[in-house]
């Protein structure tokens, strides 16, 4: 264990055991744990690695990384944890043992798995009753991200302990945002995106489907499936104004026109034999808000009935 | 009726009647009709309307519409016909009615109305055997952006009777697109586009109710969910280029890691008592991916498994 750096002290950094500052633990080394690794080597951290199955670790201890013979000797290594593995079931499997929790004590913890935001909440409770520091975060960009000015990193959880940790962070490239304390708020930010990202995602392989169907190849479908993609972030910002402002009008575009257009696709989808359950599913979304005497109203008005459980 | 005008010849206008090319009638005056007629009487068309329902022509004959009693009335009155309706039943309902069909007769019909390919195809036949010239489009963008750069058009059925109407349909602006001569083939565009554009849509309702079920509101959401929908365009030729190259490898994004999101996903909204009918039908469409053995695999194998009816 070496004595505390500058650097350390300038960024206010507290905790037990005098690491460097300039050194992190990276638990899991799956391909995001392994690319946050190769960041924090190329940043210059001193970095300790461990993970469950042994061997992961070949490639990143030539490039410099420690490898720690157990997760307890790999979280006393540094004063930072960085922890990305499947999900919370596996984060607790290492975090919760009795010996990694003892050395933890008094360390910090940046849960970057991802999970719903409810057991990261109770990771951080467990945390607090260790006396573990806890912060959890959340990944919204590939694994070929990390490093490069596009990842996009969200946190939560304690503010003046997310800043003593910032410069490692940093490391990881890209933009942090910290978006409050409640140590969900990151995972309710993923959640709420990745609903997007996959719900898009999973449209649009049906798209391709049903193209190829039609005669059409996934390429010539292309530039005009990016000109959909396009003009969708002006439509979200314009539908977010209105549904926080509770502006429902349907104007030129009611639901009932979307419910029609939604029809001639699962028709279509169907009539090739290909499952249109997606495009049902949405279509009874649109249908239950027209049936609750919303049909002149805009599409947006479908989140607020969702949301509504009276 | 007068005379043909040298801007008929220079198009290479056929057909009887011997109306100006430089005039075209309108059916339908919904909000697309409304902006179509619009768009027309904007670039000095000499512009005839109908609509089912009277009295929707009133503002658009003040600004210079003629106003048909009939729609054979109408169809008579130019060379091209415009059909823009809520479907196929609607427009069916108009044009194949004999007087129409009569008037109609030698004159060419383009119709914008949005349904399924097969209805097109439909309609296309029909025409053929009553004389009538036929094209078959699709409008991709909002009422707001025809007669703007930003209106998009596709076009399918006889390429040289395309090119004839083209300096016509030019006036409604933006970008056009001839996609193949089978009638079809633009609804087939509009059809996958649309699925898309409308899955992505309600998975950003859906979202917008978890994301205020989790105390987020959908002005703090906004700007990442724009950064997702940035993000979107690039995927989607990525997978493009995947899917006809035959190219399924996972990489660092197997089925697997999608799966295990949207289970996440799920959990979330049901926690909150909201439906999660759309994440679900995205979710069986993985894991039935999975369960055909391309766990590993990268998301595009779902478009092909979707698409194989083996």
Known sequence: ????????????QGGQGGQQASSVTVLGLGPMGR??????????????????????????VERGA?????????????????????????SDAVLRRAEVAKALKG???????ADAPDRSRSTADWAADHGVRYLDGAIMTPTDSIGTPDAVFLHSGPLELYREHQPVLDALGGTHTHLGEDPGRAASYEIALLDIFWTSMAGYAHALAVAKAEGITAKELAPFA???????????????????AGDFSGDDNPITSAVSSMHHIVHTSEAHGIDASLMRAAEGMARRTVGR????????????????RG
């Open 1 to 12: 264990m070496s004595s505390r750096t500058e650097q350390q002290e300038q960024h206010g």
């Open 35 to 60: 690319a946050l690794t190769t960041a924090f080597l190329e940043a210059g951290l001193r970095t300790t690695v461990w993970n469950r199955t042994p061997g992961r670790d070949k490639e990143l």
């Open 66 to 90: 420690i490898s720690a013979p157990s997760p307890e000797a790999a979280v006393a290594a540094s004063e930072l944890t960085v922890v990305c593995v499947v999900n919370y079931d596996a």
């Open 107 to 113: 360390r910090t913890v940046v849960n970057l798995t």
């Open 226 to 244: 990016q000109g959909i993609g396009a003009i969708l972030p002006p439509i979200f910002e314009d539908y977010a104004a209105k549904l926080d």
């Open 293 to 308: 005497g919303h049909g002149a109203d805009g599409f947006v008005r479908i989140a607020e009935i969702l949301g509504d």
